[in-house]
């Protein structure tokens, strides 16, 4: 699964890191970020997170984080 986050949307508002902090956080900006831990070395999120990455992605009050894959 593949997280794509707009940072043009993102408010840094950590609806995402509540969520899912395993895989979410918010970086130095307070925009959203996918923790370096999270991914894969192919840069995919790992299937074990879909649901929780899925409703951190439905709970974005800027709809700012699309899951692919």
Avoid: K, W, Y
């Amino acid at each position: 699964m593949r997280i794509d986050i707009d940072r043009t949307l993102c408010e840094g508002n950590a609806v995402c890191e509540a969520l899912a902090p395993m895989v979410f956080d918010l970086d130095d900006s307070d925009q959203a970020r996918v923790l370096p831990e999270a991914l894969r070395p192919d840069g995919t999120v790992n299937d074990e997170h879909r649901m929780l990455v899925e409703r951190a992605a439905d709970g974005c009050p800027r709809l700012a984080i699309t899951v692919t894959g």
